[in-house]
């Protein structure tokens, strides 16, 4: 199913990916994916707030705010602000799909400015092992 999603999203415009993926209950699907996918072992102990800012230029609608709630094992994810997120991640839309289906690198998008990231960047380096990918 991911081989098949990241073949639609790397084929995709982000305008088409922001239309068809930007409803709350496509964005719910996302990232209750995501937290289904968390590795605890990856984790190294976090327990926090992971904050998602998804911005939405096609559509012209304000960013959409995902946390991801890390405690006891597992995680949770809910829309919204994170109250105290040890680290926030802001991209398109787009791009956070293309991230999710490892057809873009996140390193060359926050070094080309098309990303951000703030607070503890250790952490932002576990991200990718944390929710299932395979490191490097």
């Known amino acids: ?6 073949r639609i999203v790397a084929s995709w415009s982000d305008d088409r990916l922001e239309r068809r993926f930007g409803s709350k209950l496509g964005q719910r699907a996302l990232f209750a994916g995501m937290a289904r ?3 605890p072992e990856a984790a190294d102990g976090f327990a926090g707030e992971l904050e998602y800012e998804l911005r939405r230029p096609a559509t012209g609608a304000p960013p959409a705010r995902w946390t991801i709630e890390i405690a006891g094992g597992r995680a949770r994810a809910r829309r919204g602000a994170a109250a105290r997120p040890r680290l926030t991640v802001s991209m398109e839309l787009a ?12 390193v060359v998008l926050v070094l080309s400015g098309r990303a951000s990231v703030r607070g503890d ?7 990718p092992e944390m929710f299932g990918a395979r490191a490097a």
């Open 1 to 6: 199913m991911l081989r098949l999603l990241a």
């Open 37 to 39: 996918s968390f590795v």
């Open 95 to 106: 791009d956070f799909l293309r991230v999710a289906t490892a057809t873009a690198d996140p």
């Open 121 to 127: 960047f250790g952490l932002a380096a576990r991200l």
